[in-house]
């Protein structure tokens, strides 16, 4: 708690030094994007191909998931580019925010991992280790429903827990464990839903997944990344416009590469976006109550 008191205050600092971000990018403003990953080789295009457009885009680095939105909320952001619908739905509940997406960039599916194979053969009876985290957890049960070795007690569920599973119909069992050790599980054999971002530290292959999402289904959406906004922000054409340049071939290619090509580009309405975002902050506070 002491952490995040620092860091907010901090934030308060940034916008009184600073001054509110760019509203738009015209006469060399810059408009800030907020990103966990700013060392991607996709930033470098977007802010070319978006200075073309006489817009000047600052990447500025986080080393959090939580800082990149309350700088967004207190005016020391335009942007930020680092989540999911399900997480911005976590936090504006959370934090009582009406952040707002204003377009899609991408969702990289989620895979099961099992060392040594090559399928689901022979899986039945296993104990499979998912992230515990609530952004995470849900979307890993849902993997396994999709490849039918879990079954849920009510089937429309849009963010299950273990206790929604119903064990009696199902093929395996889950045990939650901290993102970062679902790793450790696969290299002891285990199989283990991992998340895109652990596989390099860990030497893990992309393809050796055993099954992945299909990014196409509805149980994807809440998965899917976005440019992220204020409210009051969501009409920027500025800001739609760098939308539309992420979504320029050469951005999606570099992006692509950045992920080595397990990510897959979305490209929906933002009004779209919100109807999601609406149903997964009602879920949010459905389950809070």
Not at 21 to 32: F, H, L, P, Q, R
Not at 122 to 137: F, K, L, R, Y
Not at 255 to 268: I, Q
Request: proline residues 5%; contains cysteine; charged residues 25%.
């Amino acid at each position: 708690m002491k952490l995040r008191r620092t860091l907010a205050a901090g934030l308060v600092a940034v916008v009184a030094v600073t001054g509110l971000s760019a509203c738009s990018g015209k006469d060399g403003t810059t408009v800030k994007i907020g990103t966990t990953d700013s060392e991607k080789k996709v930033w470098k295009v977007l802010e070319e191909k978006a200075s073309e457009q006489g817009i000047n885009i600052e990447m500025v680095p986080f080393s959090d998931y939580n800082t990149p939105n309350d700088a967004l909320a207190q005016g020391a952001l335009d942007l930020n580019l680092f989540q999911h619908l399900k997480f911005l739905a976590t936090y504006n509940v959370g934090a009582d925010k009406d952040l707002t997406p204003i377009g899609a960039s991408e969702i990289v599916p989620l895979g099961l991992y099992w060392k040594d194979h090559e399928n689901l053969d022979g899986i039945e009876g296993q104990e499979v280790a998912i992230p515990n985290d609530s952004s995470n957890q849900g979307r890993a049960i849902n993997v396994l429903v999709q490849a039918k070795l879990v079954t849920l007690k009510e089937p429309n569920i849009i963010t299950p827990t273990p206790a929604d599973i119903d064990e009696g119909k199902s093929k395996v069992t889950v045990r939650g464990v901290d993102a970062a050790n679902t790793t450790t599980a696969f290299n002891e054999g285990r199989p283990a839903v991992i998340n895109n971002n652990f596989l390099d530290r860990a030497g893990i292959e992309p393809k050796q997944a055993v099954f992945k999402d299909d990014p196409n289904s509805t149980e994807a959406e809440p998965y899917i990344n976005v440019f992220v906004a204020r409210n009051e922000d969501r009409e920027n054409p500025t800001y739609q416009k760098i939308v539309e340049i992420f979504h320029d071939p050469e951005v999606i290619q570099a992006n692509s590469e950045d992920s080595r090509g397990t990510n897959v580009a979305v490209d929906r309405p933002a009004n779209e976006l919100a109807d999601i975002l609406k149903r997964l902050e009602d879920d949010e506070r459905q389950n809070k109550s």
